[in-house]
């Protein structure tokens, strides 16, 4: 291959990887877990920024998983209430929309108002303010 060529593709290569991400589940597009500090930083319709230390954008009061965006799940959470987190694999897919003081970890210690088919972690946001 010649160098000119092997270059350009070296350079699309790195150009597609800061402009061709993963925008991440549909719960990441609607903002799912998103830090806040107001109910209008939350900016999908329908979500308030949930009382967790740096806030969280999401639904409260779910019963069922088909209330949750796409990407997340119906957990009943220890507080008593029922909120929509997202779902995860892996704690960075918990912090997309998140600053380092605020992460969310993934946790398998969650329950989940429907039983999952298959072993699920949620992106569980830090308790207090």
Known sequence: MKPRIALSILCLMVLCSYSCDDEGTEADQRGV???????????????????????????????????????????????????????????????????????SNCSANITFVEAPQAEVKACVPPSGE
């Open 33 to 103: 877990g998103s830090e806040c500090s107001i109910n209008e930083d939350c900016t999908e319709e329908g979500q308030e920024c949930l009382d967790f230390k740096g806030g969280y954008c999401g639904v409260k009061d779910c019963t069922q998983d088909e209330e949750c965006p796409e990407g997340s799940r119906c957990v009943a959470h220890t507080d008593g209430v029922n909120y929509c987190f997202l779902v995860c694999a892996d704690k960075p897919e918990c912090n997309l929309n998140r600053s380092v003081e605020n992460e």
